[in-house]
């Protein structure tokens, strides 16, 4: 069956052709956005399985990157440092795993993001709830041009220390209506 053959994609040669999307698994420490040793099991786990290739949840690139609790970060040493020992697994395991980078925009609240009110391309309020948290969004402080300078440079420094932490390559989450996509839309 050629889907659990290996095969060599660019620099990669995959255990399988089985690659793992994205999904909130929100194992990281509330406060801190560190990752909980049930991270590293978790990857681990799937590339000792087959997976061929790993796109881990959503990792903010600063705390007012966060959407929801639990939310992994790969914006503090503490947080690179943790990720270190998942990328170590899941490469003894023969797997490939990538960091995806995101960031939420105006989809947060600033009970999520440690009293950081979100920001988005407008001051436009999202309808509906927060993920698990269950508040209404709140509205977003309209991005200056510096805000969209330091926004580059958190997803700049999450890609640095992506690397620092062993990923094989970083995913930039640019749907699904969160910060990037925003800039879509005419609110």
């Given amino acids: 069956m050629k889907l659990l053959e290996t095969v060599k994609i660019n620099q990669w040669n995959l255990q399988s052709r089985v690659v793992m999307a994205p999904m909130t698994r929100s194992f990281a420490d ?8 049930d991270t590293v099991a978790y990857y681990a786990k799937r590339a000792k399985h087959g997976v061929g290739m790993i796109i881990t ?21 503490d947080q690179t440092e943790a ?14 795993i990538i960091a995806q ?18 920001v988005a391309p407008s001051a436009v309020q999202a309808n509906g709830l927060t993920h698990r948290v269950g508040l209404p969004y ?22 640095i220390n ?5 990923f094989d390559g970083v995913e ?11 800039f879509q839309f005419p609110w």
């Fill in 30 to 37: 509330l406060e801190t956005g560190v990752i909980h040793p």
């Fill in 101 to 118: 980078l995101w960031h939420v925009g105006r989809l947060s609240h600033s009970a999520i993001t440690g009293g950081l009110q979100p």
């Fill in 172 to 182: 930039i989450h640019a749907a699904h209506g969160y910060l990037i996509d925003q």
């Fill in 138 to 159: 709140e509205t977003p402080k309209a991005m200056s041009e510096e805000d969209i300078q330091k926004v580059i440079q958190d997803f700049t420094k999450a890609a």
């Fill in 83 to 96: 990720w270190k020992e998942v990328t170590a697994q899941v490469h003894q395991e023969g797997g490939i």
């Fill in 57 to 77: 949840e959503g990792i903010a690139v600063s705390p007012e990157a966060r959407g929801t609790i639990g939310i992994p970060g790969l914006y503090t040493e």
């Fill in 162 to 166: 992506a690397q620092l932490a062993g």
